[in-house]
């Protein structure tokens, strides 16, 4: 999708304006991930409101990460064709109409609606396979660990819905907090339309949809990147959509407090992504995966004892947020050195759908266990340690080191 590298004699392009739009994108990022995250936070007071079991929750809180991850797949393809600068209002807009019908389906008490609605909300959460290659293209080579993690922070949306959509519910009622959000929505959308500009170097790339993606599954550094991505940011993803219900069951925190706390653990994610790139580009994405999973590994052994509370349990939640947002970071700064430019959004959408469907059947495990195996969460931790384990073997012995790994550029 980009050529940020000027061949030998000729002129280097002009990217003047890429800090404004890695803003831009980010921002786009941040507030539509708000959208995609709107039930997780709510999640105790539907499970309240509509009698819930556990499956049910959590069925409830995963149905969007669904959408927002298989979505990603044509999202990338389209973003390699369209560009950013159409693809990130056109996706604001559509999720608009969602938000609003999920305040019909919440005050209706619905759990057919609310499964439905949360379905097609999903689709705030493709704008992730947009933003990647969108900010890869405006960035040179040495540079892009930098660019994709500082894009890859506007996962923080997740922790402003959930610091602030209980407070908003709290402060404005639920129907006005949805219309809020909807009004955000609408005002970034022409943001980006208005000021928002594709990379010189970007050119469209008007292969067929279908052998594109054939094209872009058969290189190794697609499912390589799939796997790791599953795990780092499928983690994130469950922890960030499921925590108010797991601290509700555990830590009989009301739905304030448990969004306080899941916010804390999604900034830490947060801040180390952007990190993990930036490391990435010093020390190579390989070294900072393998920090972040066998990090992983070892920090859901110790949340699986339910350390007490405040402080142990808040550390031990925060630095294992930590450092799956190392791991978020280091993923896609190795795609940007592996994957050829003209296929970086349709790698993008592909691996996005794996780090996607990595958050969609974590919850549905925890809450099974939960409620058919044991009273408690200690099954689920114990699997998400084997699993980064097993990813942390195939990091090391699995993937080979390519030329691009072994200079940074």
């Avoid at 998400?384 to 080191?401: H, M, P, Q, R």
Wanted: overall charge positive; some cysteine; charged content about 10%.
């Amino acid at each position: 999708m980009s050529r940020s590298t000027a061949t030998p004699g000729s002129v280097a392009p002009d990217l003047t304006g890429q800090g404004k739009n890695l803003a831009l994108a980010t921002w786009a990022f941040a507030i539509t991930f708000w959208a995609w995250n709107l039930i997780g936070p709510l999640g105790v007071r539907y499970t309240e409101e509509m009698s819930l079991g556990g499956t049910q929750k959590a069925l409830l809180v995963a149905t969007p990460v669904l959408v927002g991850s298989v979505g990603r797949i044509p999202v990338g393809a389209m973003t390699d064709r369209y560009g950013g600068r159409l693809m990130f209002p056109l996706l604001t807009l559509v999720t608009v109409p969602f938000v609003l019908l999920l305040a019909v389906a919440g005050n209706a008490k619905s759990f057919p609606m609310m499964i439905l609605v949360g379905f097609f909300l999903g689709i705030a959460g493709t704008t992730f396979a947009v933003g990647i290659p969108f900010a890869n293209s405006w960035y040179q080579a040495n540079r892009r660990g930098f660019a994709t993690g500082i894009f890859g922070a506007g996962m923080g949306g997740t922790a402003l819905s959930s610091a602030f959509t209980p407070r908003f519910v709290g402060w404005f009622g639920y129907t006005m907090t949805h219309v809020i959000i909807a009004v955000a929505l609408v005002a970034t959308a022409a943001l980006c339309w208005t000021a928002m500009r594709n990379s010189p170097t970007w050119s469209p790339n008007t292969d067929p949809v279908m052998p594109k993606l054939k094209a872009a599954i058969a290189l190794p550094v697609t499912w390589q990147m799939s796997l790791l991505y599953a795990v780092a940011f499928g983690g994130f993803v469950a922890f960030s959509t499921y925590l108010p219900t797991y601290l509700k069951d555990v830590y009989t925190f009301d739905l304030t407090s448990a969004g306080t706390r899941t916010a804390g653990f999604a900034i830490a994610a947060v801040v180390a992504r952007p990190l993990g790139g930036v490391l990435s580009d010093r020390i190579g994405p390989r070294t900072v995966m393998g920090i972040s999973l066998l990090g992983t590994a070892v920090l859901a052994i110790a949340v699986a004892f339910e350390p007490p509370l405040e402080v142990p349990a808040g550390i031990t939640f925060v630095v294992l947020a930590f450092f799956l947002g190392l791991g978020t970071g280091g993923v896609f700064a190795w795609v940007a050195r592996q994957a050829p430019p003209e296929r970086v959004g349709t790698v993008t959408g592909l691996v996005g759908a794996a780090g996607g469907l990595g958050g969609y059947f974590p919850p549905l495990v925890m809450g099974a266990t939960y409620e058919i195996l044991l009273p408690g969460y200690g099954v689920g931790l114990t699997l998400l340690s084997i699993v980064a384990l097993a990813a942390l073997a195939f990091t090391y012995l699995g993937i080979k080191t390519g030329r691009a790994e072994r200079v940074p550029a």
